[in-house]
């Protein structure tokens, strides 16, 4: 069994008036894969946010490695290695490829290390260092996607909280994310992923959450999950993806 | 021939003095969604500032318009940005709109009861003489005004794309978002840019001001033309707001000597509708488009 890396504490949080968070509590295991399900408006999205201090918390709080990170800004979380890549597309589409990934680094103390890293991370995306100082507008929807992660892994993060990556990708480019995903794993960094194919993405998960009005309704693994017959009608079999 | 060549050399160089103020105009929307209704009167106050230095202290001339620079960023800059801006954005981008328009009613009077309401004479940075390049007469000052235009420009360009900060700062005016989950200290690129649009506010102040005189109510017609070049530029691209106060400029300049001069001041209202009837978008613009 691995250890918990991440956790929250009934974290109670919302826009204005609205209550989204409802006592939130969770624990995330370290160098596991787990994915968030939960119908659309659980709060899935907003979790995130509150994790990586977009999002004021009322009350609750939030540990990243046994450290209190309740309150931390978006800077504080990438220093302690948690990145961050939204739902949507978030890249900066008139600087270039390459200018995009470097933005990565922003929070990087020791900038002289720069060049070499972005070197290393083209290396590793070879569609990417095709189109280096093309504008990154011009690249398709799914290289932005790659883009986005790639940018998000240049400080080596022991966290990755990712967004729905697969939203507006072909099968082969969600393969392609997963398959990264999946690598990252393999190297110890632990990922926290939101995604509505909830099926293709439970199948290579290790755990899974189901939120549901901003509470965890079940934290299991991602085989009791899949087997769980609440689940398969609720969102698995909930009209957006049918079983076939 | 020879005269149009001289009319659009001279529209060029208004032209690129209306481009310092809307790329500041452009770049405070971008990073702050600032619609600064007091353009204008930051382009009108600065020449004053120069005035009071060198008129009312004695200072020479280089030094007085160091210090009308200096002091425009931080008035126009940065006390603008934490006294107007910061407060009242977080009621809203029109009580912001409003605030700023009050603004530039408060510096056109302040102007005329605190210094002159005549028309002030400038000295010319370049002098004012005539030189015949093949053949053609061309003023010396205005072909200088020109090139430290563009030069300003293109020193803000080579900012903006070649160091780490200025990208940083075109990260913000491209996805605010995004840029502080990357880390960039995006308040403090939001300040950055209003230092910028007060410096060129300034440069463009001492520019014109040998050519159109200062002036309190001088902010009207720059603060129009600066909105127009913006819009026509498509109010999102530094570029943009370049090509659009070039031509604002060419336009105004031969529309008053072949229309009238009596119609020089609706020019730049004419192209406005222009643009916002058949192309929403701007010269270059491209249609907004963000996510998060
Ligand atoms: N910035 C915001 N301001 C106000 N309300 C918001 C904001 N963002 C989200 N909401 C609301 O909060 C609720 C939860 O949103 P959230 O994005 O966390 O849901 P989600 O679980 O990620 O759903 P989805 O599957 O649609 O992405 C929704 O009702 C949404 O309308
Ligand atoms: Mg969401």
Redesign the pocket.
């Known amino acids: 069994m691995s250890d918990s890396i991440l956790q929250l504490d009934a974290v109670v949080g919302?826009?204005?008036k609205?209550t989204?968070l409802n006592g939130t509590t969770t624990s995330i295991r370290r160098g596991r894969i787990t994915t968030v399900i939960?119908?659309?408006?659980?709060?899935?999205?907003?979790?995130f946010k509150a994790i990586f201090g977009l999002l004021p918390l009322r009350s609750g709080r939030i540990l990243f490695e046994g450290r209190d990170v309740t309150g931390h800004t978006p800077r504080m979380m990438l220093d302690a290695g948690v990145c961050y890549v939204p739902?949507g597309r978030n890249i900066f589409p008139e600087l270039s490829v390459r200018h995009n990934l470097e933005l990565g680094a922003v929070a990087l103390k020791d900038q002289s290390g720069l060049p070499d890293r972005v070197a290393a991370m083209l290396k590793g995306f070879p569609i990417l260092a095709e189109k280096a100082d093309s504008q990154a507008s011009t690249l398709s929807g799914g290289q932005q996607k790659l883009l986005e992660v790639a940018r998000g892994l240049l400080l080596d993060p022991k966290l990755i909280l990712i967004?729905?990556p697969s939203i507006g990708l072909s099968p082969l480019m969600v393969q392609e994310v997963f398959g990264i995903l999946k690598a990252l794993r393999g190297k110890g960094v632990t990922i926290l992923l939101?995604e509505?194919n909830a099926k293709q993405a439970l199948q290579m998960s290790d755990y899974g959450l189901v939120?549901e009005l901003g509470q965890t309704r079940i934290e299991d693994t991602a085989a009791n999950i899949r087997a769980d017959p609440r689940i398969a009608q609720l969102f698995l079999g909930g009209g957006l993806q049918p079983i076939r | 021939m020879a005269e149009i060549l001289q009319l659009v050399i001279a529209g060029l160089a208004t032209g690129a003095i209306y481009a310092l103020a809307a790329i500041g105009f452009t770049l405070l929307w971008q990073t702050s969604q600032t619609i600064n209704f007091a353009q204008g009167e930051f382009v009108m106050l600065p020449a004053f500032f120069a005035l009071v230095a060198m008129n009312w202290l004695g200072g020479p001339f280089w030094l007085s318009c160091l210090v009308a620079i200096l002091v425009s960023i931080l008035l126009l800059g940065m006390v603008f940005k934490l006294i107007v801006v910061d407060p009242m954005l977080k009621q809203g981008v029109l009580p912001l709109v409003i605030s700023t328009i009050a603004l530039g009613l408060l510096l056109r009077e302040g102007a005329k009861d605190f210094y002159s309401a005549e028309a002030q004479p400038f000295p010319y940075i370049f002098p004012d003489r005539q030189i015949s390049v093949l053949g053609v007469q061309l003023s010396l000052s205005q072909i200088g005004v020109l090139l430290i235009a563009l030069a300003v420009i293109a020193a803000l360009q080579l900012f903006l794309s070649r160091t780490r900060t200025g990208r940083q700062m075109q990260a913000t005016a491209q996805n605010p978002t995004v840029a502080r989950i990357l880390g960039v200290p995006v308040e403090r690129m939001i300040m950055y840019t209003f230092i910028i649009n007060a410096a060129l506010a300034a440069m463009a102040s001492l520019l014109i001001s040998p050519i159109y005189l200062a002036k309190f109510s001088n902010g009207e017609h720059l603060g129009l033309a600066a909105f127009v070049a913006a819009i026509v530029g498509g109010f999102n691209q530094v570029r943009g707001a370049i090509a659009g106060g070039l031509l604002v400029g060419v336009i105004d300049n031969l529309a008053a000597a072949y229309v009238s001069t009596g119609y020089r001041q609706s020019v730049p209202l004419i192209l406005l509708v222009l643009f916002i009837l058949f192309r929403p978008q701007g010269l270059l613009g491209r249609r907004e488009e963000r996510a998060v």
């Open positions: 919302g826009y204005g609205m989204i939960g119908p659309n408006g659980a709060g899935k999205s907003t979790m739902q967004d729905e939101i509505q939120l």
